[in-house]
């Protein structure tokens, strides 16, 4: 689910191939947003980006339009198109013997204001000018009736898209992995099987592009494990089983010492992978139950947190881990068990990380290479945070599920800047795109920007 994090001492073009592998993929413009967390995988935009610092529904909003479906997954951008992925509810019935048999599966704490599976559902990509707002084409690429509900603040299209510039991957979870040209036509499509997980919360992973390799990591309540599939054909390559219960972290690609690695943060083991065989490089354990934000990295340690019943942090140094890092403190540089984020992904910039307390509105910033606090403040206004913060222009973005954005300067003294109220409730997670931000909300997607 969600994200950010860079650092000033490294080169725009060192950040991108420490994650992105920008050496053999298209390379990535200053205002392009190819993947979740951005073109490093940070939650940063890169180079001059500049969006607006201020808006409202009448104010510096350059376009809005209304997106079918719950607003829940995050938005991509390429060039002058902008992609997302929806599910649709359709007025065909599901059959009522499975429904009932899919709310029953559901725990009773998880039940209330969850979505029942009771409809028919178009699985849906769409392509959006980044100009006007204009529907460019739109993609049902599946059609079933769902297998189970999910979670209240959850939907049936959580994960978001990615994209190479030549191909655009979406990946509906149980409901299939899709490759489509930009143009919206269908060059292949994998089913990597049907998933059950923990309370029915629902599914929520996005994929990783690594070289010639997409690599998904899929766990659940049952047998879950990680594949490398070709970005071209959809052949896999390899799969590893992994002893896992469900979590929802995006996979991170990094590059240290001049080999590349795929760091995935869970609930019982933090794991390191060889994206070549899928060979494990190193591992430690210290999350909580339902990992959720992404990892994050500026090059030399690399961050796993979670905060669901409990708190957790661990910076692993890059160069000193191999193999099980359990009797090895030498490899974690600082770890914490005060206010991590259990949904929210964290953000690094100038030599500090910043991460949301569970899903509150209540915003740490700590120096990345100690983890010695600069200050804990509370967020007025954002009593719930789902989305992950972004950073752009010396700025750092945080929406709240109110639909309000704090904008707060970024640096060591917690100072807001601006506050920003839409009609929409947000939990997806923004966009920056050279000097325009992207908001997905429940029911609309926004181009904040300063009107031409």
Known sequence: ?????????????????????????????????????????????????????????????????????????TPIVWEDRIFLTTAVETTTPADPAKVKAAMADTPEFARKDAHVPDKVLQFI?????????????QKTVHEEAPLAGTHADGSWASGSPITDGELLYAYFGSYGLYALTLDGEKKWSKDLGRFKTK????????????????????????????VSLNRRSGEEKWRVKRDEATSWATPLLIEQGGKRQIVVSATKRIRSYDPSNGALLWEVGGMTSNVI???????????????????????????????????????????SKENTPYVPSPVISGGLLYYIKVSEGFL??????????????????????????VA???????????????????????????????????????????NELFIRGDKSLYCIGAKQ
């Not at 990509?125 to 084409?137: C, E, P, T």
């Not at 919360?201 to 494990?225: R, Y």
């Not at 973005?397 to 970024?410: A, D």
């Not at 640096?411 to 920003?420: H, Q």
């Open 1 to 73: 689910m969600n994200s950010g994090y860079y650092i000033v001492a490294l080169s725009v073009a060192s950040l991108v191939a420490l994650t992105i592998g920008a050496a053999d993929r298209p390379s990535t413009q200053p205002s392009d947003w190819p993947q979740w967390r951005g073109p490093m995988a940070t939650g940063e935009a890169i180079a001059d980006s500049n969006p607006p610092l201020t808006w409202a529904e009448g104010s510096n909003v350059r376009w809005k339009i209304a997106i079918p479906g719950r607003g829940r997954s």
């Open 199 to 226: 309370a029915n919360f629902g599914e929520g992973v996005s994929p990783t592009l690594c070289g010639e390799l997409l690599i998904i990591n899929q766990d659940f309540e049952g047998a879950s494990f990680i």
């Open 293 to 335: 934000p992404s990892p994050v990295t500026d090059g030399n340690l690399v961050f796993c947190m979670s905060g669901f019943r409990g708190s957790a942090l661990l910076a692993i140094k890059l160069a000193v881990a191999v193999g099980d890092l359990t009797d090895k403190p030498e490899a974690i540089a600082w770890s």
């Open 125 to 137: 990509v769409m392509a959006i000018s980044r100009i006007d707002g204009k529907v460019l084409w």
């Open 392 to 434: 752009a222009g010396g700025r750092l973005y945080i929406p709240g599920k109110n639909g309000l954005t704090l904008v707060v300067k970024l640096g060591p003294k917690f100072e807001v800047l601006a506050s920003n109220q839409l009609d929409d409730g947000i939990i997806a997670s923004p966009v920056v795109a050279g």
């Open 364 to 389: 740490t910033c700590a120096e990345a290479a100690t983890g010695k606090v600069q200050y804990a403040s509370k967020l007025a206004g954002v009593p719930v945070v789902f989305a992950s913060p």
